[in-house]
């Protein structure tokens, strides 16, 4: 049974910085892409970051790029959170899937099987 589970989420000021965390059991995430997604209340999920471990490859949601730096290594996948604004307020969630790569449009939720509960990120003016 594959399982998710994010940490990591707190409460910060804007301008500070947050280290988002994501661990797999039962999966072998070699071939996985990993993904962040996010949402705040009343808002439509947002994809926000996604890796493919195979290759390496990263890509970012225009909002959050050069902010946000996605990561992974062999325990588990990183989302680093700086420079946070109050607009970067949600629940963020971790995504998995080794069915597609990333370049076959990771942004769109509905192609992950595994999800996380979600940690949530509060950013305060």
């Known amino acids: 049974q594959v399982q998710v589970a994010e940490s990591g989420g707190d409460s910060v000021q804007a301008g500070g910085s947050l280290r988002l965390s994501c661990r797999t059991s039962?999966?072998?995430?070699?071939?996985?892409?990993m993904a962040w997604f996010r949402q705040a209340p009343g808002n439509e999920r947002q994809p926000v970051a996604a890796?493919?471990?195979?290759?390496?490859t990263t890509s970012y949601a225009h909002s959050v790029k050069g902010r946000f730096t996605i990561s992974q290594d062999v325990a588990q996948n990183t989302l680093y959170l700086q420079m946070l604004k109050p607009e970067d307020s949600a629940m963020y969630y971790c995504?998995?899937?080794?069915?597609?790569?990333?370049?076959?449009?990771?942004?769109?939720?509905?192609?992950?099987?595994?999800w996380g509960p979600g940690t949530q990120v509060v950013v305060s003016s």
């Open positions: 995504a998995t899937d080794i069915r597609f790569r990333i370049e076959d449009k990771w942004y769109e939720g509905y192609r992950y099987r595994y």
């Open positions: 039962g999966y072998d995430t070699s071939n996985a892409v």
């Open positions: 890796i493919d471990i195979r290759s390496g």
